[in-house]
Structures are given as structure tokens and as C-alpha cells.
């Protein structure tokens, strides 16, 4: 009997006939840079289908999952730790000997995504297994099994490790999808009421967010904000202005308007969120320039973590504030019939979101790959929105900003003064020290 | 001229509740177990949706039978031999016992007078030919019926103008074959039209979203039923609830922003209608996670645009979250009904719950809903106070009378769980139950709309079938009348023919047949 000789094309046959998976071959082996794009692909999508994950929770995914990345890949490479740079991170395990840089960082990324996002539905655990275990083979495929086994149980426990740092921040625990059972609201026309019919929106969404452990950013209150214009029902007030500027811009909006507010909703459930959106712009740029591990891994993490702080600081002024949004002022005193394009988010105006975190993601953007660095952003393309074109990342935060005050949801207020929020809170993440 | 027959099935005396403090809550007893209702829907991912049933009288007694998807197990048919309470018996060999259901609804295919049964599974689909004392046969290649491989989730059907043969909707959620990517995967939704006893080729309902439940229905009393989808969020990508165009002889469309159909984008799973406000236009319920819409017409009338307003606030029935037990996590709701289990005369709503599987931010103990309408226009919930608040992880239900008192009784099929089975023995008003009938094609008379008239006041309903979760029920349209003693009716026929007042006798069913 003649020996068998396996090659490629009679595994693909004979696996083709008995409707067996292929295995993994060492020459399609995925390099680390890709392991990361593929989990990154993932995890926005868990983002938009975990219902937990509001823009604030999201952000706080991204940044530990960047942190944890790149601890990995610092490890590999001899590069520096976060630890001892950013707030509360003591310095991860060592390695036990040499990893594969590739297992390493599937490791880690599938194990954090598998604890972050615990609570995803059963579509989402079987997308999470599915990818473990497919790409797993992938990246063991030609690997001393050693190697294949130390890398991976190193990655576990630096997983392990970043997310014991991260129970301790304050937001691990999301109960009631972020809406607490009672709130009291603040007496006074000046201050948030609910603006839906949603009945578990009629508390404010996360209204201790503002406690949550910062990453990068360090002091006492930093990135405070100048005041919004005093609060006036006086038609010759700046508050009754910026009111007519939402109430005038909301009724005439041009097509270019509309598609600008509705490309930068990013509402939680129907999309990958705000910060989200920027780590989508970011692999996207990644994808087209083969951004080699190294730098993606430290893009990711710089990225995840002023985002994640750009919401806290926000969140902190937030509720401070305490600021009616423009729907409710505009039906009490201008038009009871005002329907802003874009659905209000259940929770207080000033600052707005988008911005301080789009402020925040910029800047750290434009340090990382300069200023006039233009992109196309496909973040809504399957969702039927066109591709977009920017010049800088800044024109891309100035017009997400913008997009606010055409979606009817914020005064320009909140909007100016959160990008200069985010500006401030991108420059605490520009000064770690990693590459 | 329009004969008035009243059928045989007799009525128990009832005594009249007091409605002066509230709605009435029935009590409801719950006989799974003695009644022999022993039947599991049982499945993993693919089953995670589902779990429909459909009631319907096959045995020509007047009692209706129970049609139970089985998911992994075998789908089955429980004869009903209820007296004063329930009693079910498993049918055997009734050509229903089919794997790989996912739910089911009756209606008479081809005008023989015997009910039959569309079958949705996660597979190739079947219509089921009633051929008399409960048992059924395959008709779907005589038929012409040409299923497709599909992940099969959501039925409605109508008959079209002039139609001899009914037009079928049927509803489809994710490429099961993707399992690393299934969001933005959603199949295809099909409508089958056909003519002399045989479907033509089923015609794509571009674009489809993931859809849990569909339902033809004369939104607007135009007299032509548009098609009311509602999708899953969780996987389409670009999708919104929908609204077609379903016009003779024309290519299906979707209502457009330009008509005046506004985006909504929820976790659809169910709809359930009912002209609860008495303004002769249907109301929908659609259920959702942590959210049930309760829509209204914005504008009613002979103009009125597809705008809605969410009234479930005001009204009482945002269901959001367990009203009984500790677990206050947000919920999960399925199947829903409108009836009136009361007989008060107020419609009620009933909403099936249950995580979708163990997903931790949602009540894993998360009861059923029985809303009690109130004259107000609002409901008050007596889920538990009327014994039903089971903690089961629901899915499909039905609000029926199994056993011809005039009281609603109750089903509730879990996802792998015991199916649930209480009878209404609560203190009820009068009621009175009309069953339109024609002759030839559209035998039920689906899409009809019937009025019931005490006093001033007029109660409707349209014959439908479809929507809920994977399940409806094919029996005569039930009305309370609380404490009226006298009561008139007409039908205003799928083509628009209205019909004459008549009086009705109450406490039981009144046939009303067509010209």
C-alpha cells in the first residue's frame, strides 16, 4: 500500500467531501496585527448589540481592552508598560519566557472581550466562541504546542490582571441598563426632565458616571468648563438665543444637515456608539496602512482610554449642570410642536458627549498620525449611510460636534466648549509615555 | 340578506360583576397538569425565538384544539375534550407531529370548510391540508407552495381582492449559517400569491430585517390590508419596523418617509391589535426588551398618514419590568394579545415573557402580563393577582376560550420549559362571541371587521391572522359586555360590504354568514 501524502489541494478535497473545516495551515497564519483588526471587527459589533453598553460604558470597554492589548504587545516587544503611568495600574506578571506575539494578543483579546462583555446575548457569546476557537487555530497553526500554550495562559492572566484593575474603577457594575430605580429631579425650569416616553428613561442614565476612576487624566476636577450661558426665558437673553439657533437650524435643515446628524447619531443598540465610531475611523485606518501591531496596539489604547476619561470629565459636569435639554425649552417657549431630527439622549445637556469625547479623540489622533492626515469614515456603511471624507481628524470631531446642533439634541454651548473639554482631557493621554 | 344562526354550544350562567372600583380580576386556575397538557418546546440558538401556538377547532365540536410548536422535540396536537375545566388528549398521528417547528397558524387554505395549518420551521415551511377529525397531510407540493430553507419566524395572511386563493407572508430572521457574523445576515421574507388552488412562485420582500412577527391589517380602513412587519434590531443592519403596500395585482412597496411611515427601530418580537380607543382605527401593541410600544394614529380619518404615538406610557403598559418578585431587571416580552378576560367590555392586553437565554441584564424571573383596560383608556396590571404570573421563560401564548363558558382561558408556551395551561374561573360579565363565515374563498372572513354594539357604544375587531410570536388562533371573535343585557352586531365584510345591525344572543356564539 502506498504511503498517503497529504498536500494542500488533497486536505481541501478530501475535507471539501466529507464537509470537515479545513485546518489551520502555518503559511495562513495571521500576523498579530491582524488578530487585532479581526477582534476590534468583533467587539463593535458587541458594543452595539450589548445592552449594557451605552456610550459611557463603551468607552470604558475600549480603554481597558487597549490597555490590556498593549500591555501585550509592550511584553513582546520590550516596550513600555502603562503601569505607574495611569491611574491605579500596577505592573502585570511577567512573562514565564518567550510568547508568540500573535498568541499573545489573541489571548488577551478574547479573554478580556469574553469578561467585558459577559453579559452579551447568546448571538453574541456564540460570535465570541466562534472566533476564539477559528482564529485560535489559525494563530496556533505550525507552533510548537508549548509555545501555543505558554503565550496563551500569559495572556490570560495579563487579561486577568487588567481586569482586576478594572473592577476597582467604579463602573464595573451596570444595573438596570444605567437607569437608576429613583431619581430626584432638580426643582427649576433650568434643569433636565425626561424628553421620551421610554418609562425606563425617565431617570438620567449613569448620573454617578462622573465618580468613575479616570485613566490618564490625574488631579483634582480637571478640563472644568466655562459655565453655559446664564439659564433665561428673556427673549433678549444668549440662553433664549442659542434656544432660537437649535429652533432655526432644526426646522430648516438642509439634506447635507441631515445626513451630517444622522452619520454622527451613533445612538447605543442601533450603532458601535461615539467612542465606537472613533475606534471604527481608527481600524479602518489601520486596515489601509497595515499599521504594524506596535503602533496599532498603542493607537487603540491611547485612543480607548481619552475617550473613556473624555466621558467621565463630561459626565462630572454633566450632572453638576444639570442643564434642560433644547426639546423642553423649545415646546415651553417657542414652539410646542418641535420635533428635533435626532431622538434627545436621557440625560442632562451640558456638555455634550460626542464632543467632549470627539474633542478627546482627535487630538489624540492628530498626535499620533499628524494633522492634516485625511480618512474616509465607513463606520455606517452597512447601515446604509454613505462613506465620508475628512481632511484632519479635527475636521471630523468639528463636524460630529456640529452634528448635535443639527440633531436638535444640544446648544452650541455644549458643543464648543465640549471640544475644548476633550482637547484638555486628550493631552493627560498624549503625555504617556509608550513607543 | 345576512343570516344570523346561533350555534349550539351553551352558555353558563354567569353573575354579574361589580365595576364600580376598578376592573374586575379574574381568577385563573391554572390545570396544566390535570388537564394533560404536557408538552415541551424545547431548542438552543435556533429555537431561541419561537415556541408559537395556534388554536383552532378541528374536531367540529366547537371546542378548539391546541397546535404546540416543539422546536427539537416534535410539534403536537392536543385534542380538546374540556368540560367545566380543561382536558386535553395528545393526538396521534394527526400528520402534525413534525420536527424542527417553530410556530404555526390556522386558516382555511383552499375553502373546504376544514382549517388548516401553516407551519413555520427552522427549515422548509409547510401548509398542512386539514382533512377532517384532526388529522392533516402535507399539501404544500400540491399546493404549489415552494418553501425555502429559512430560519422561519413570522406568518400573516389575507385574501386579496377578488382572490380565490390567499396571499401568505411569511417572516424570516438570521442566516443560520453565519455564526461568526450574523448581524447584518438577515434572510429573505416571501409573499405567495397564487390563483386556482396553486401558489406562484413566492416574490422577495426586499428588503427584510429580521422579522419576528408580520401582520396583514386595515391600518386605515382604506378596505385594502397593508402588511405590518415588525423586525428584530438586535441583527439588521440600516432596518426599521415596516409597512407595505399590498395592492392587487401590484409588486408589494414599502410605505415611504414621504407618506408620512416614521423610523422606528425596536427589538420587534410581537403585534398584537385591537380599536381600543373606539375611533373604528386598529391600535398596536408591539413588544420589545425594556420597552412595548402602544401605538396610536397620529391623526385619525379617511386621510390619516402611518404616524403613531406611543401611548404605553399614559395607558399603563409599558411592561418594562417584573411587577411581582425581586428580580427588577428590565424585560422581555413576547407574545401579546388583546381580549377582554373580564368580560367588562374594556380590552385587555396579554404579553408573554421571558429572558431570551440567560442574558444577564434582563429578569430571569419575569412574569406574564394581564393588563385590565379600564374605561379610562388606561390598564392596570393583575398578572399576579389573577394567578399567572409565571416566572417561566415564555414565548408564544393565546388568550382562548377552551372550553365554552365565555371566559378566556390561557396558554403560554415556555422555551425549555413545561407549556402552561389556566383556566378563567373568574367572576365575569356578559359576553357574546361572533364567528363571520363565508362562502368560497376567505371562509373566516379574514380581515373583516366585526362590531358589537351596546348602547352608544361599539366595540370592534378585525379578523386577522397573524402576528403575536409565532402563533395565532382561528375561533370566533370574543366581546364582554359587562353588565348589558342586550346587544347588536355587524360585519363589515373584506370588501367592504357592510352589514346590517342585528340583535345577538348573548352568552354564546352567533354565526354571521355573508351574502
Redesign the interface.
Known amino acids: 500500500m502506498e504511503p498517503l501524502h497529504l498536500n494542500r489541494r488533497s486536505l481541501l478535497l478530501a475535507s471539501a467531501a466529507l464537509l470537515l473545516p479545513l485546518p489551520a495551515l502555518a503559511e495562513d497564519r495571521p500576523a498579530a496585527e491582524e488578530v487585532v483588526l479581526k477582534w476590534y471587527r468583533?467587539i463593535l459589533?458587541l458594543i452595539?448589540?450589548?445592552?449594557?453598553y451605552s456610550p459611557p460604558v463603551a468607552s470604558r470597554a475600549f480603554a481597558y481592552l487597549g490597555v490590556a492589548l498593549w500591555e501585550g504587545v509592550a511584553q513582546s516587544r520590550g516596550l513600555t508598560s502603562l503601569a505607574g503611568q495611569v491611574n491605579s495600574l500596577t505592573s502585570p506578571p511577567a512573562p514565564p519566557g518567550p510568547l508568540d506575539e500573535a498568541a499573545l494578543v489573541h489571548a488577551v483579546l478574547s479573554s478580556a472581550t469574553a469578561a467585558l462583555f459577559?453579559?452579551t446575548?447568546?448571538?453574541g457569546q456564540?460570535?465570541m466562541a466562534?472566533?476564539t476557537r477559528?482564529l485560535g487555530e489559525k494563530v496556533a497553526a505550525g507552533l510548537d504546542p508549548t509555545l501555543v500554550k505558554t503565550s496563551e495562559d500569559h495572556g490570560a492572566a495579563l487579561t486577568a490582571h487588567i481586569l482586576a484593575w478594572a473592577e476597582t474603577d467604579g463602573g464595573a457594575h451596570?444595573?438596570?441598563?444605567g437607569f437608576p430605580?429613583e431619581w430626584k429631579l432638580t426643582d427649576g425650569p433650568a434643569h433636565w426632565v425626561p424628553t421620551n416616553?421610554?418609562?425606563?428613561q425617565q431617570t438620567p442614565l449613569l448620573p454617578n458616571w462622573g465618580t468613575v476612576r479616570t485613566f490618564a487624566v490625574t488631579g483634582d476636577l480637571p478640563c472644568g468648563l466655562e459655565p453655559p450661558p446664564e439659564y433665561s426665558e428673556d427673549p433678549a437673553s444668549a440662553f433664549f438665543a442659542e434656544a432660537i439657533e437649535v429652533y432655526d437650524t432644526g426646522v430648516s435643515l438642509t439634506d447635507e444637515q441631515k445626513l451630517i446628524a444622522r452619520f454622527w447619531s451613533d445612538d447605543p443598540?442601533?450603532s458601535p456608539t461615539p467612542p465606537g465610531h472613533w475606534a471604527s475611523i481608527l481600524i479602518e485606518i489601520a486596515t489601509r496602512d497595515a499599521l504594524p501591531v506596535d503602533r496599532l496596539a498603542d493607537a487603540l489604547a491611547r485612543l480607548g482610554m481619552a475617550v473613556a476619561d473624555a466621558f467621565i470629565v463630561c459626565w462630572r459636569v454633566k450632572f453638576e449642570v444639570d442643564l434642560v435639554r433644547p426639546v423642553t425649552y423649545i415646546r415651553r417657549l417657542i414652539d410646542p410642536k418641535f420635533e428635533p431630527l435626532l431622538n434627545t439622549p436621557p440625560f442632562p445637556e451640558y456638555p455634550s458627549g460626542h464632543s467632549s469625547q470627539s474633542g478627546a479623540a482627535y487630538a489624540v489622533l492628530e498626535a499620533i498620525f499628524g494633522q492634516d492626515f485625511a480618512f474616509d469614515d465607513a463606520t455606517h456603511e452597512?447601515?446604509?449611510?454613505p462613506v465620508r471624507t475628512f481632511p484632519s481628524f479635527k475636521a471630523a470631531a468639528e463636524e460630529a460636534a456640529i452634528s448635535r446642533l443639527y440633531g436638535g439634541i444640544h446648544f452650541r454651548a455644549a458643543i464648543e466648549n465640549g471640544l475644548t473639554q476633550g482637547e484638555c482631557v486628550a493631552e493627560f493621554a498624549n503625555r504617556l509615555k509608550t513607543l | 340578506m345576512k343570516k344570523f344562526v346561533l350555534l349550539a354550544l351553551a352558555s353558563t350562567a354567569l353573575s354579574l360583576p361589580a365595576f364600580a372600583d376598578g376592573p374586575v380580576v379574574p381568577q385563573f386556575v391554572e390545570e396544566t397538569a390535570s388537564a394533560g397538557f404536557d408538552h415541551t418546546f424545547a431548542g438552543e440558538w435556533e429555537f431561541v425565538v419561537g415556541g408559537g401556538t395556534a388554536i383552532f377547532d378541528c374536531s367540529g365540536d366547537g371546542l378548539p384544539e391546541i397546535f404546540v410548536a416543539g422546536g427539537t422535540n416534535a410539534s403536537a396536537l392536543f385534542l380538546n375534550e374540556s368540560s367545566e375545566t380543561l382536558a386535553l388528549r395528545k393526538a396521534d398521528a394527526s400528520g402534525l407531529e413534525i420536527d424542527m417547528v417553530s410556530g404555526a397558524y390556522p386558516l382555511d387554505i383552499d375553502a373546504d370548510g376544514i382549517t388548516d395549518l401553516a407551519v413555520l420551521r427552522v427549515g422548509q415551511s409547510r401548509l398542512m391540508k386539514g382533512q377532517g377529525d384532526c388529522k392533516f397531510t402535507d399539501a404544500s407540493a400540491d399546493w404549489g407552495f415552494q418553501a425555502h430553507d429559512l430560519w422561519n419566524t413570522a406568518f400573516a395572511a389575507t385574501w386579496e381582492h377578488g382572490a380565490d386563493w390567499p396571499t401568505l407572508a411569511f417572516g424570516s430572521y438570521i442566516d443560520r449559517t453565519q455564526e461568526d457574523f450574523p448581524w447584518g445576515n438577515c434572510t429573505e421574507n416571501l409573499l405567495y400569491r397564487g390563483t386556482g388552488g396553486k401558489f406562484a412562485a413566492p416574490a422577495e420582500l426586499k428588503p427584510s430585517f429580521c422579522t419576528l412577527s408580520m401582520l396583514f391589517t386595515d391600518w386605515n380602513r382604506s378596505g385594502t390590508p397593508a402588511l405590518r412587519v415588525s423586525n428584530d434590531r438586535e441583527y439588521y443592519k440600516g432596518g426599521q419596523e415596516q409597512l407595505w403596500h399590498v395592492e392587487p395585482g401590484a409588486e408589494p412597496v414599502l410605505y415611504t418617509e414621504a407618506e408620512g411611515w416614521k423610523k422606528l427601530k425596536i427589538w420587534g418580537m410581537g403585534i398584537a391589535s385591537r380599536d381600543v380607543d373606539g375611533d373604528s382605527y386598529p391600535e398596536y401593541f408591539l413588544t420589545s426588551m425594556a420597552d412595548n410600544k402602544l401605538q396610536f394614529l397620529a391623526t385619525p380619518g379617511p386621510d390619516a398618514k402611518p404616524q403613531y404615538s406611543d401611548q404605553a406610557f399614559k395607558r399603563g403598559v409599558t411592561a418594562h419590568q417584573p411587577y411581582t418578585g425581586d428580580d427588577k431587571r428590565p424585560s422581555t416580552a413576547w407574545h401579546a394579545q388583546f381580549g377582554d378576560v373580564n368580560n367588562d367590555g374594556w380590552a385587555d392586553l396579554f404579553v408573554v415573557k421571558g429572558n431570551v437565554w440567560e442574558m444577564p441584564d434582563f429578569a430571569q424571573e419575569d412574569p406574564n402580563n394581564l393588563l385590565l383596560g379600564q374605561e379610562d383608556g388606561t390598564f392596570v396590571e393583575s398578572g399576579d393577582k389573577a394567578g399567572v404570573a409565571s416566572m417561566l421563560e415564555g414565548r408564544g401564548g393565546a388568550l382562548v376560550d377552551l372550553n365554552g363558558d365565555g371566559l378566556q382561558d390561557m396558554v403560554v408556551v415556555n422555551r425549555n420549559g413545561p407549556s402552561q395551561l389556566w383556566r378563567n374561573a373568574g367572576v365575569a360579565g356578559n359576553w357574546v362571541a361572533i364567528k363571520p363565515q363565508m362562502q368560497g374563498a376567505n371562509r373566516d372572513a379574514v380581515n373583516a371587521w366585526v362590531e358589537v354594539r351596546t348602547g352608544d357604544r361599539v366595540q370592534r375587531q378585525e379578523v386577522l391572522i397573524g402576528g403575536g410570536q409565532a402563533g395565532g388562533i382561528l375561533v370566533p371573535l370574543h366581546f364582554g359586555l359587562g353588565d348589558a343585557t342586550t346587544a347588536e352586531a355587524r360585519v363589515i365584510w373584506p370588501d367592504g360590504t357592510e352589514g346590517d345591525w342585528v340583535p345577538v344572543t348573548l352568552g354564546q356564539v352567533n354565526l354571521v354568514e355573508a351574502p
Open positions: 468583533l459589533e452595539r448589540h450589548t445592552a449594557t459577559f453579559n446575548g447568546p448571538t456564540r460570535a466562534a472566533m477559528k451596570i444595573e438596570s441598563l430605580a416616553a421610554i418609562r425606563l443598540m442601533l452597512a447601515d446604509g449611510l
